[in-house]
T-cell receptor
């Protein structure tokens, strides 16, 4: 079956530094990926998505890079702030007949040190 | 973005009692909702897919009689943990997609705020 996994379970960065969270996937047919952010005690929130016809997509302080050759994507957070401390999941949605299921990675816990 | 309201945020109950968790889509209709379970420091585990007006679809290993799902309207799905036991203690989260229009690019999920269940 398809898997989506993160490289590191934890990441600690200094406030103001850039953060890079990595994710690997196994299914070459995967064409759409989403990054979610989950703060402690809350449900996940959508951050940014990317389709396979793109290599890069930028949002506000976040950039997602997709390398289809090595089946790898990354989430880059610029000028990391304390409010960025959370668990980050990469996810691969999959179409069903009438619903959307997503395969989630294990999550990377980002800790921002002041 | 779409808003999904989940209640309660936390609940403590005695072993053997039943607990109901509600999930509402506030600004759109949701014919499908998803229920997840999440243990500390772990990823989300899909338990079941709730379908408005029909039976829920449960993932392998999830007891349908234990976790009752009702999706009676286009804006409300409920998960009832029946005869709860300490091993049912977990963080439960609902989600849905904005289905209008429905396409691969609208597969991003909108999550409720989660319910922390503690069974004594």
């Amino acid at each position: 079956g398809e898997s989506v996994g993160l490289h590191l379970p934890t990441l600690s960065v200094q406030e103001g530094d850039n953060s890079i969270i990595n994710c690997a996937y196994s299914n070459s047919a995967s064409d759409y990926f989403i990054w979610y952010k989950q703060e402690s005690g809350k449900g996940p929130q959508f951050i940014i998505d990317i389709r396979s016809n793109m290599d890069k997509r930028q949002g506000q302080r976040v950039t997602v890079l997709l390398n289809k050759t090595v089946k790898h994507l990354s989430l880059q957070i610029a000028a990391t702030q304390p409010g960025d401390s959370a668990v980050y999941f990469c996810a691969r949605p999959s179409l069903n007949t009438n619903a959307g299921k997503s395969t989630f990675g294990d999550g990377t816990t980002l800790t921002v040190k002041p | 973005g779409a808003v999904v309201s989940q209640h309660p945020s936390w609940v403590i109950c005695k072993s053997g009692t039943s607990v109901k968790i509600e999930c509402r889509s506030l600004d759109f209709q949701a014919t499908t909702m998803f229920w997840y379970r999440q243990f500390p420091k772990q990823s989300l585990m899909l338990m079941a897919t709730s379908n408005e007006g029909s039976k829920a679809t449960y993932e392998q290993g999830v007891e349908k009689d234990k976790f009752l799902i009702n999706h009676a309207s286009l804006t409300l799905s409920t998960l009832t943990v029946t005869s709860a036991h300490p091993e049912d203690s977990s963080f439960y989260i609902c989600s849905t997609v904005n289905e209008v229009p429905f396409s691969a690019t609208n597969e991003k999920l909108f999550f409720g705020s989660g319910t922390q269940l503690s069974v004594l």
